[in-house]
């Protein structure tokens, strides 16, 4: 099993940038293909970017491409999601994933563990 936890949100204005964690705990950590999804009030839950374990592969939701990156670090057990010329739609709770395998999945019910997310706003 593993656990999430979430750091990095904050309140920022328009055009700024935000570096968001997630630090994952446990044994077989190293297999899971991770995800960052949002949730703004409201709306349903969305995934923003997805990586897999190996090879290493990449999902970008397209309202962020070109603005955001998903990296992760393996041998710190952390992904990372570097978000830059953030705007006010990007306002939402942003929750940490991991799902069991390699392979990244878009489908929410895929991901197996959470965090408890991280606030991110953005004033324009």
């Known amino acids: 099993q593993v656990q999430l936890v979430e750091s990095g949100g904050g309140l920022v204005q328009a055009g700024g940038s935000l570096r968001l964690s997630c630090v994952a705990s446990?044994?077989?950590?190293?297999?899971?293909?991770m995800g960052w999804f949002r949730q703004a009030p409201g709306k349903e839950r969305e995934l923003v970017v997805a990586?897999?374990?190996?090879?290493?592969?990449?999902y970008y939701v397209d309202s962020v491409k070109g603005r955001f990156t998903i990296s992760r670090d393996n041998a710190k057990n952390t992904v990372y999601l570097q978000m830059n010329n953030l705007k006010p739609d990007d306002t939402a709770v942003y929750y940490c994933?991991?799902?069991?395998?390699?392979?990244?999945?878009?489908?929410?019910?895929?991901?197996?563990?959470w965090g408890q997310g991280t606030q991110v706003t953005v004033s324009s």
């Open positions: 990586i897999s374990w190996s090879p290493v592969n990449t």
């Open positions: 994933a991991a799902r069991s395998g390699a392979a990244l999945s878009t489908n929410t019910y895929a991901y197996n563990y």
């Open positions: 446990g044994r077989t950590f190293g297999s899971y293909a």
